[in-house]
Structure formats: structure tokens, C-alpha cells
């Protein structure tokens, strides 16, 4: 039997999607399914490990129903995942000691604020190139240690395994033989330090994880491990593709060359730029992170955050009810030349990147008698585009070279008005993927080139296929208006 196809598993936040793809990326099969939230109290957010494992199990078993293929004929699985989300669990038998703890949640708040008020930031940042925040793995990691009775005993006889989410899958996958992750995900637990090299011992004594409960790091195509047990599946197929979900779509957009970009447009916007084989420091409030590992050489990454798009469309619909469906509000702000003088600032969850003003909130401005939901409609929309050409102006700055271009990707890149707006206030062109799932899509291409599907990233260039572009208009004064009406904005949120 031929072993040509990819089977990626893109696990997220609220529920897993799978998809069978060929060696020309036709999606044979695709599924998705949710699981619960847990929120156990204000500012905590908590996965069921047992939960998600099943959702992964029903999506496998999902898409290998519906494609009719064999399962024998899987040449590869691919993994991408939700970034930060920490676990542990036991060595003997897998048991998790205790729920996941996911990136939004915000317990550690105190520890990581203690950690800065005693000066251990700059290095933190220097090292790992991310910010002292409880987003990150390792004070998560540091609290399930710390709050389940006898976990750290355990940890020091070796008898508990850490890791985030694309290491417990594998774990599962592999029937509890490999213990592994990959440098995109490494990168994001504040233990990795940019340049590699192993866990730092530094970092995870100043941040209480023990090093013996760490996964081992690999190359992001290596072969991580063989399916053993997994129902629906045959022993063997080897693991061989990982990344985290933000870094698997910049390589899903094949965006390979050194000032090659992507905005993932979802319930946020997250922006990446490839700075290459040197991570190059922000300062401008950005994130220098781990894009990828190919064998021993290291692609490096700028990376900013928007925590509102989606979301702030799903408010327009849910909480102002001036939509009664997140696609009405294309038709609706097309409806209307401009916004009005309108300027909605989507900082309804604080600011990120590169403002970092947690505390800052949404704000509207410019409204008149005349403003009819039209121009809220414009002005959302607006909005989200503003705040993620302040992204990109940040890396361009940091860089000291302009954008050239911009790949898109996410549910709300397929609304083409906030596309043809995007173009225009950054000046340059987007272009958008016939397969807007670029996490998966980077994962199916890591697992086809760790399997040998493709040759190398020229391949996997030639293999992107792209729906549509689009051109920025000429400047216009009212364009530069409304960009100054912004930053005024801005400062007031």
C-alpha cells in the first residue's frame, strides 16, 4: 500500500480540528469537535486533559470514516497546537496530576510580578526573548508543582512528566514511550533560551521547574515518535512534523525568506515576521521568539498579538446586536463610503502588542447624530486593520526595513473589505491562501517534508496556492486623517 497522505491534528483552545490531506493538499477529510472550559475561578482557565485526548480521538476517528481511505495509507502525522497551555502528568500509567492550565489563564499574576519587582526581567527577556507574563508555561508548570500534594517529591524521583500540549499528545500517541517537543513550543515556557543548547538551568532554577520533568527538544520534522494503541489507527505511523499554531502558519503560508510575514486573523490577530537565522531584539514592545528548527539551523521570529478581531465583530452581533451574523457585517459596512469620522479602538481586553496596556479598555469616538450602525460596522473593521498595522509598523522598525508584503490566513481573512482596508493602511500588498487553516496547513507540510512527501521549503513554496490579492489604493488625505484620529485614539483607550 502507498503511504501518501498527511493526517495534521490542529489542537486548539476550545475544540480539536483534523484533516487528511494528499501529497497535491486536497483535504480528503476534514473534522472538528469542542470540548469543555473550565473555569474554576475569575481569572482561571483550565483544560481537562482526558477531555481534550477524547476530542483528538473523535476527530481521527471522524475524518478516517469520512474519507473512506485506509488508515495504512498515512505516511505522517502532523501536530499544531495551542501554545502555553501546561501540563503534567504521571510517568507510570499517564494519569495527569491535575488539570491543564491554559495560556489565558492568569493565576501566577502575583509570582511573575514579585519576579519583576526583584529586577530578573531584563534577563528573562534577554535570554528568551518573551516578557515576564503568566502567559507563559513555566510559572503554570511552577504552580501544579507547588498546590498538588507530593508533586514535587515525585517530580525529583522522576516519577512526573511536564510539558505543553503537543508534548502530551505525542505522549498519548505514543503510548506513553516518547516524552518530546520541538523548539516553537520550547521557546514559549520562558526555560528555553533563544540560542538553544537545552533547558536553561538558570531560568529553571529562578523559576522553580525541575529539569528532570522536561521533554527532550528535537527538530520540528524530526521523528518524534511511532502510534502505539491508538484506536482507528495502526501502529508505526511515525510523528514526524510539530510546531506551535502561530509558528505552523507562518510555515503553512510558506513564508520562508527573511521579511516574509502573516497575520492570522481569528478571535485575535497574530502577526509573525521571519527575521531568519539571527533573532533580532525588540524595541518596540514585540516578542523575538523560535520560528521554526530544520535539521540543526534555527529560523528566528518577531511576534505581536492583537486579543481582539473576531471577538470584536462577535460583539457587534452579541452584545450590540446591530448584526445578527459575524458575515453580516461585510455587507453592512460596505453600505457606507467611510466610517463617518467614526474611530473604534478594539481594546474591549486591554492592548497587546506593542502598547502592553492590560488595563486599557474599548473605546469609540467621533460619533454624531448622523452615525447610523453602518458606520460602526466600517469603523470595527477599520479598527482591526489599525491595530495590526501597528504591529507590522513595530517589526518594521525593529527591523529597520519595510514591509514588502503580508500573507493572511484565519476565519476573518475570507471578509474582503477588512482585506482591502488591511492593504491600503499598510501600503503594501496581501495575498490570501486558497486554505485559510494555515496551522494545519504548517503542520501538514512539516510532517510531508520530515517524511520525505516534499523535498525542501522550495517544494513546499511551489505547493502554496493563493485565492486572491490585494493592492493598496492610493493614499488619501481622509486616510491620513483617520490615522491621526487613531493614534489620538489610541492614547485615550
Known amino acids: 500500500m502507498t ?39 475569575p481569572g482561571w482557565v483550565e483544560h481537562d486533559p482526558d477531555e481534550l485526548w477524547g476530542s483528538v480521538l473523535a476527530v481521527i476517528a471522524d475524518v478516517i470514516a469520512s474519507s473512506g481511505v485506509e488508515a495504512g495509507r498515512i505516511a505522517a502525522i502532523g501536530i499544531t497546537n495551542q501554545r502555553e497551555t501546561s501540563l503534567v502528568w ?64 515525585r517530580a525529583a524521583a522522576g516519577e512526573l512528566a511536564a510539558g505543553t500540549i503537543d508534548t502530551y499528545l505525542v505522549w498519548r ?39 528532570q520533568v522536561l521533554p527532550q527538544v528535537l527538530p520540528c ?18 510523528v514526524h512534523g510539530i510546531a506551535g499554531d502561530q509558528q505552523a502558519a507562518l510555515f503553512g503560508q510558506a513564508c520562508f525568506a527573511v521579511g516574509d510575514a502573516k497575520c492570522t486573523y481569528g478571535t485575535g490577530a497574530f502577526v509573525m515576521l521571519n527575521t531568519g537565522e539571527r533573532p533580532v531584539p525588540s524595541q518596540h514592545g514585540l516578542l523575538t521568539t523560535v520560528g521554526w528548527q530544520l535539521g540543526e539551523r534555527t529560523t528566528y521570529c518577531l511576534e505581536g498579538s492583537a486579543f481582539m478581531a473576531g471577538a470584536v465583530v462577535q460583539w457587534l452581533r452579541d452584545g450590540l446586536g446591530i448584526i445578527a451574523r459575524a458575515a453580516d457585517v461585510e455587507p453592512l459596512a460596505r453600505s457606507v463610503e467611510d466610517s463617518g469620522g467614526v474611530v473604534l479602538v478594539p481594546a474591549h481586553a486591554g492592548l497587546g502588542a506593542p502598547h502592553w496596556r492590560p488595563y486599557a479598555r474599548g473605546l469609540i469616538t467621533g460619533l454624531t447624530r448622523g452615525t447610523t450602525r453602518a458606520h460602526l460596522a466600517r469603523a470595527t ?19 529597520g526595513a519595510p514591509l514588502r508584503g503580508l500573507k493572511v490566513d484565519g476565519g476573518a481573512a475570507a471578509n474582503d473589505l477588512l482585506m482591502q482596508l488591511q492593504a491600503d493602511f499598510l501600503g503594501v500588498p496581501l495575498r490570501r ?53 487613531w493614534d489620538r485614539a489610541i492614547a485615550l483607550a
Open 3 to 41: 503511504c501518501d497522505l498527511i493526517l495534521a491534528i490542529d489542537q486548539g483552545t476550545t475544540g480539536t480540528t483534523c484533516l487528511l490531506v494528499d501529497a497535491g493538499l486536497r483535504v480528503l477529510a476534514r473534522s472538528t469537535r469542542e470540548f469543555p472550559q473550565h473555569f474554576p475561578q
Open 90 to 153: 504521571e510517568r507510570s500509567g499517564g494519569a495527569p496530576i491535575h488539570r491543564a492550565l491554559v495560556w489565558q489563564d492568569r493565576r501566577t499574576a502575583g509570582v511573575c510580578e514579585a519576579l519583576k519587582a526583584d529586577g530578573h526581567e531584563p534577563r528573562i527577556r534577554e535570554r528568551t526573548g518573551l516578557l515576564l507574563d503568566p502567559y507563559f508555561s513555566a510559572t503554570k508548570l511552577a504552580w501544579v508543582l507547588d498546590h498538588v500534594p507530593g508533586a514535587r517529591r
Open 173 to 211: 500517541l505514543s503510548g506513553g514511550h516518547s516524552h518530546v517537543t520541538e523548539p516553537s513550543n520550547a521557546s514559549r515556557t520562558l526555560l528555553w533560551p533563544l540560542h538553544g543548547g537545552g533547558w536553561d538551568p538558570t531560568l529553571c532554577e529562578l523559576l522553580r521547574v525541575p529539569q
Open 221 to 238: 520534522t524530526a521523528r518524534f515518535a511511532e502510534t502505539r494503541g491508538v484506536p482507528g489507527l495502526p501502529d508505526g505511523i511515525p
Open 381 to 399: 473593521l477599520e479598527g482591526i486593520a489599525l491595530q495590526i498595522s501597528d504591529l507590522l509598523l513595530a517589526m518594521a522598525a525593529d527591523t
Open 433 to 485: 491562501p486558497t486554505m485559510l487553516e494555515a496551522t494545519a496547513l504548517g503542520a501538514v507540510f512539516m510532517a510531508g517534508l520530515g517524511v520525505g512527501l516534499w523535498k525542501d521549503t522550495d517544494a513546499l513554496a511551489r505547493a502554496w496556492r493563493e485565492d486572491r490579492s490585494f493592492e493598496p489604493s492610493p493614499a488619501t488625505p481622509q486616510r491620513n486623517e483617520l490615522r491621526r484620529a
